[in-house]
């Protein structure tokens, strides 16, 4: 059984910078698209990034130019460096790992923005 532990969360003033790391552990045997989701209180879950194996990546138009995805394919590692960080990023930060089995996601790390 795969699963995805996530860290790097926290407060930071608006402007400052954060970077989420998820990494993938238990038997794995191929991972392909990883990726970040968030969800604000009172909203529906949103994409935030995606990157594939090769890694061709994918951005909300909310983030282009302020957040940038990699991944170390050796590690099973996806990162999420978040820079000019605004009060509107605020959410729980969901990874996700897509395998040939199915999709899985991690527990969900806390991102606050203090205006």
């Known amino acids: 059984q795969v699963q995805l532990q996530e860290s790097g969360g926290g407060l930071v003033q608006s402007g400052g910078s954060l970077t989420l790391s998820c990494a993938a552990s238990?038997?794995?045997?191929?991972?392909?698209?990883m990726g970040w989701y968030r969800q604000a209180p009172g909203k529906e879950r949103e994409l935030v990034a995606t990157i594939t194996t090769t890694g061709v990546t994918k951005y909300a138009d909310s983030v282009k130019g302020r957040i940038t995805i990699s991944r170390d394919n050796a590690k099973h590692t996806v990162y999420l460096l978040m820079n000019s960080l605004k009060p509107e990023d605020t959410a729980v930060y969901y990874c996700?790992?897509?395998?040939?089995?199915?999709?899985?996601w991690g527990q969900g790390t806390q991102v606050t923005v203090s205006s």
């Open positions: 238990g038997i794995i045997f191929s991972i392909n698209d």
């Open positions: 996700y790992s897509s395998m040939n089995l199915g999709t899985v």
